[in-house]
């Protein structure tokens, strides 16, 4: 999980990525094979640019992968991931409906968080324009006619000039601790250490709960399936290891093939990852006991995935009626501070 594949999705189907993998999934399941499937497909969507349509029309010809097809067609590398070790252990049909619910999911995520973000940027928007002119117009002329009569602004009005006056250093401060939080969150994505780089992930406030969740998920849906499929426990951890799409399921391998080497259960080696859920192990040392230790990888990446999504959507229902709340008792303020000043002058004549 990388910043720049949760922010932007850069394949060249944009928005009919799922629906893509669907079809194949789609053909396969009645019979058609894979390379007729994608010749027939890549010829359907308009969306394509025609010089590479034809590249991936020539890599499907010479046999190429259907990962290594998803990689060139810019899919997301956990997509390719997937994709490439359903391959292996022989889900790709089931795979491919699954990868693409996730995108569909993932894409339904994003539009709710953009919809609910939207008209309250809209509403910042207008109440920062109002505020800046407030300040240049509005305030100098009062204080220019409390001087020429000879007096000045007392209690309420008094605390509202001088907070109005101040909103723009507070936004102006607040603009750039957020400036300098994504500048840190961005260095630590950059960073080479990729394990020192999951240390301070699985331990930001907020972010850290959606990096272990996506984490878990991957690493337990993989497992779990390539369990099922009969491969050995060393088998699956050396076939992560040497993948190089991502280096954070690389590491977690690593530290469970050395815990597993010091003679720990496989439940007791997630237990010491920092990068997975906590609960996972407890999942696992049931699978352990009723031998059902795939079973339990799966149902679990699902728990998880829909723990994630239910997480995101709570708080983009949040957000909207906490920044609404805000706004309006800043509008009243904006009000009161036109107002109260009027019938202060009034009550001097």
Do not use: W
């Not at 569909?104 to 002119?133: A, C, E, H």
């Not at 305030?139 to 907070?163: C, D, H, R, W």
């Not at 990446?301 to 999504?309: G, K």
């Amino acid at each position: 999980m990388n910043m720049p594949s949760i922010l932007k999705n850069s394949n060249r189907l944009g928005k009919y990525d799922a629906h893509f993998l669907t079809k194949i999934a789609d053909l396969l399941e009645v019979g058609f094979t894979l390379q007729q499937s994608l010749v027939f497909l890549l010829e359907q969507y308009d969306v394509l640019k025609e010089k590479d349509r034809i590249v991936y029309l020539s890599m499907v010809q010479e046999g190429v992968t259907l990962s290594r097809i998803l990689k060139a067609m810019g899919f997301r590398n956990a997509i390719v991931i997937q994709v490439s070790f359903a391959e292996i252990h022989g889900e790709v049909l089931a795979n491919l409906r699954e990868s693409a619910a996730y995108l569909d999911n993932v894409r339904q995520t994003s539009s709710k968080l953009i919809r609910s973000l939207q008209y309250p940027i809209l509403l910042v928007t207008i109440f920062i324009t109002i505020l800046i002119t407030l300040n240049f117009t509005v305030i100098p002329q009062f204080k220019s006619l409390y001087t020429a009569m000879g007096t000045e602004s007392e209690g309420i009005v008094k605390v509202l000039i001088n907070m109005l006056e101040s909103l723009p250093y507070v936004l102006g401060t607040s603009l750039l601790a957020a400036t300098i939080a994504t500048s840190i969150m961005i260095c630590i994505f950059n960073m080479k250490n990729i394990e020192r780089k999951c240390s301070i992930l699985s331990h930001v406030p907020i972010f850290g709960f959606y990096f272990k969740g996506y984490q878990t998920y991957r690493f337990s849906r993989e497992f779990g399936y390539f369990l099922n499929n009969g491969l050995e426990v060393k088998e699956i951890l050396d076939l992560f290891i040497h993948q190089e799409i991502n280096p954070y399921l690389r590491l977690v391998s690593r530290k469970i093939e050395a815990s597993l080497m010091h003679g720990n259960s496989l439940s007791g080696a997630l237990a010491e990852m920092d990068m997975i859920d906590e609960k996972l192990s407890v999942f696992v040392s049931h699978g352990e006991q009723n031998s059902s230790v795939g079973k339990e990888l799966i149902m679990f990446s699902d728990y998880t995935l829909e723990r994630l999504i239910m997480r995101l959507e709570n708080m983009t229902k949040r957000i909207q009626p906490v920044i609404f709340l805000i706004l309006g008792i800043l509008i009243i303020c904006l009000y009161l501070i036109i107002v109260l000043p009027i019938f202060q002058m009034m009550s001097e004549i």
